[in-house]
């Protein structure tokens, strides 16, 4: 079972930088930042004013209505993404297209669920008593419903699994659905992360413990700027991020058509602080380590690595330290750059979103750019492709994701060769 080898045959998206795949990539080699005012609520008592809004999203594009209305946005988010991604791999509800349903299983990490149904109904519990809460108050906000909706919609009925680990819990998900199917208790999954944690109570959160950016309020477009000197915080933002996988002779049997292949997956945790990480990174190299042994490489064959890089003072000096532990010489060679610059820190959804943009950068032979980086921080000396994406033949990407508590997740994507 250790021999099956796990492809990606589908992915969707919406975030800040696009309600579709391709057009998350066509932003991504324009080097357009998705940030801007924050909307969704009265700022003006909030330091931090800018936020990864997803523009004109309409859910009824691609969901029915009534599924709509019975969904927090994290569900919508979830569930829109993976309409596109099951499309694109040729699946239909209850087995359509060639698959299983109770040999298939649904993956998704979530950060804190449905933020917004909880500040709406507690307004209503203190405003006007137990009986205005809404009856689909917990159906709504507790976070494993998104992965609920997903198998409800395609009837699928095998292992139905939320993550929640923070910023990881995207690529947690995407590698607990890897080994499920690596290690033969699935032959298909859908998996990926999502979040909609842009509300009142999520945005004064961050706020309190100073993790969010305030210094370009007025200039949003310039506030994600993972790894230069003059980054303040990172940019909350929102969204999903989904990707079918499948086993390979599964895939080729029904004549899909194979995006990219997945190879190895870890995970740590530093058990070191509440929200703070390991300024060593030490949590995070034992986790990228994994990733790479589980592929069977050695660090030389990484080209390029999509860094978690959130533009917080703690995270982009102690990734860099880690990028070095692990690659030693070969760090110099490398390409690093953090999307989020331009996506925003999609939380949950992050390291989905990412994990589609490695396999997308893999598939064109292009490195993403670094967003803002135009003054370096001189403990951040490798290459983060600043600005302006690179073309470059890449044979291996890793995508790391890193959360508070501790959570560090590392995936390896490469091309599919048969």
Not at 95 to 124: A, C, H, M, R, T
Not at 144 to 161: D, F, Q, T, V
Not at 187 to 212: H, N, P, S, Y
Not at 260 to 283: K, N, Q, R
Request: overall charge negative; charged content about 20%; hydrophobic content about 40%.
């Amino acid at each position: 079972m250790d021999k099956r080898r796990v492809v990606v045959t589908g992915m969707g998206t919406v975030n800040p930088l696009g309600s579709r795949v391709d057009e998350l990539w066509k932003n991504i080699k324009a080097g357009k930042s998705g940030i801007g005012p924050l909307t969704k609520f009265d700022i003006s008592e909030y330091p931090a004013k800018i936020a990864g809004e997803i523009k004109n999203f309409d859910p009824s594009d691609l969901l029915d209505r009534k599924e709509v209305r019975s969904m927090a946005d994290f569900s919508q988010y979830a569930v829109y993404a993976a309409v596109q991604a099951m499309a694109e791999a040729g699946l239909g509800p209850q087995g359509e297209g060639g698959y299983d349903p109770e040999q298939s299983g649904v993956y998704l990490g979530n950060g804190i669920g449905g933020f917004e149904v909880v500040e709406e109904n507690l307004e209503k519990l203190f405003e006007r008593g137990p009986r205005a809460v809404a009856p689909l108050t917990i159906p709504k906000l507790i976070a494993n419903e998104a992965a609920g909706n997903i198998a409800m919609k395609y009837g699928i009925k095998g292992p139905c699994h939320t993550t929640v680990t923070a910023c990881a819990s995207g690529t947690d998900a995407i590698g607990e659905a890897f080994h499920a199917i690596k290690h033969g208790i699935v032959d298909m999954a859908v998996t990926g992360g999502t979040e909609g944690a842009i509300t009142k109570l999520a945005v004064a959160g961050f706020c309190r413990i100073q993790a969010l950016s305030t210094a370009y309020n007025d200039t949003p477009e310039l506030a994600c700027r993972p790894f230069d000197a003059n980054r303040d915080g990172f940019v909350l933002g929102e969204g999903a991020g989904i990707l079918v996988l499948e086993e390979l002779e599964h895939a080729k049997a029904r004549g899909a058509n194979i995006l990219g292949e997945i190879v190895g997956y870890g995970m740590t945790c530093d058990a070191f602080h509440l929200t703070a990480p390991d300024p060593e990174g030490s949590g995070a190299a034992r986790a990228m380590r994994a990733a790479i042994r589980e592929a069977g490489l050695s660090p030389e064959d990484i080209d390029y690595i999509n860094a978690h890089g959130t533009s917080t003072q703690a995270n982009d000096v102690m990734e860099t330290r880690a990028i070095k532990s692990v690659f030693k010489d070969h760090a110099k060679q490398l390409k690093v750059s953090s999307t989020k610059s331009m996506t925003s820190h999609l939380v949950a959804a992050a390291g989905a979103v990412e994990a589609i943009i490695s396999l997308l950068a893999i598939r064109d032979s292009y490195f993403p750019c670094t967003l803002n980086l135009t003054n370096a921080d001189p403990e951040c000396d490798l290459d983060y492709v600043p600005n302006v994406g690179q073309n470059g033949k890449i044979r291996y990407a890793l995508s790391e994701s890193l959360g508070f508590g501790g959570h560090n997740g590392a995936l390896v994507f490469t091309g599919y060769e048969s």
